[in-house]
């Protein structure tokens, strides 16, 4: 496979569950990132990850908890989701490194997460 | 802190015609842009992107953006729409704060195609 892709594609959870969704990227880059997509909302910045290392968490409930354990996989991990938790999440890596002003960004597939 | 306005958040334009879609930014040094497309239920697709150099970028697809500073605008055009470009576009910028590796995304938008 190549680029980055993202599993499931799509998640119907309650409340009560604990769900993880999965990132994968191809492209031997060193960062990787959460989005949040939400419906007439702008793109939000989760999380961000630098070789391995969190580098960004911008402000996100501890319901929403990543982990990255290599620079090729990232997670997400849900508990305790509410409704308004329903969005696409998007993943992207990127090259990575400190300050590097032409890091682009390169973007998964996204997986359509309900809440009921 | 940087900040990207897309003033259109709907465009329809008839197949064959021509299409600019409009960006600009607000930031105090050389930006870093970038273009992205979305089709409904997937992912971003980076059309283009602008760091220096030649203003006019050309990218995938037969899009192009040129860049001015003088009215802090990253246009995207394309001579001939085709049906299958229709999708929700979104401008970006690199965000400086924190070190770098962030993306400023504007709202998008939303062209529609007709045949």
């Known amino acids: 496979e190549t680029g980055v892709t993202q599993t499931p594609r799509h998640l119907v959870m309650g409340m009560t569950n604990k769900k993880s969704l999965k990132c994968e990227q191809h492209?031997?880059?060193?960062?990787m990132y959460w989005y949040k997509q939400s419906a007439k909302k702008p793109l939000e910045l989760m999380f961000v990850?630098?070789?391995?290392?969190?580098?960004e968490n911008n402000s996100v409930p501890s319901r929403f908890s990543p982990e990255c354990p290599n620079s090729s996989h990232l997670f997400l991990h849900l508990h305790t989701l509410q409704p308004e938790d329903s969005a696409l999440y998007l993943c992207?890596?990127?090259?990575?490194?400190?300050?590097?002003?032409?890091?682009?960004?390169?973007f998964g597939p996204g997986t359509r997460l309900t809440v009921l | 802190a940087q900040s990207v306005t897309q003033p259109d958040i709907h465009i329809t334009v008839s197949e064959g015609a021509s299409l600019e879609l409009r960006c600009n930014y607000s930031?105090?040094?050389?930006?870093?842009l970038f273009w992205y497309v979305q089709s409904p239920g997937q992912g971003l697709q980076l059309l283009l992107k602008?760091?220096?150099?030649?203003?006019l970028v050309q990218g995938i697809k037969g899009f192009e953006a040129e860049f001015k500073r003088s009215q802090s605008s990253f246009n995207l055009r394309k001579p001939s729409v085709h049906w299958s470009d229709a999708a929700e576009y979104f401008c970006?910028?690199?965000?400086?704060?924190?070190?770098?590796?962030?993306?400023?995304f504007g709202t998008g938008t939303q062209l529609k195609v007709e045949l």
């Open positions: 992207a890596s990127s090259q990575g490194g400190s300050g590097i002003l032409s890091d682009t960004q390169y």
């Open positions: 492209l031997g880059h060193n960062a």
């Open positions: 990850y630098n070789f391995k290392e969190q580098t």
């Open positions: 930031y105090g040094a050389t930006p870093y």
């Open positions: 602008y760091f220096s150099g030649d203003t």
């Open positions: 970006a910028v690199t965000d400086l704060t924190g070190g770098g590796n962030k993306l400023t």
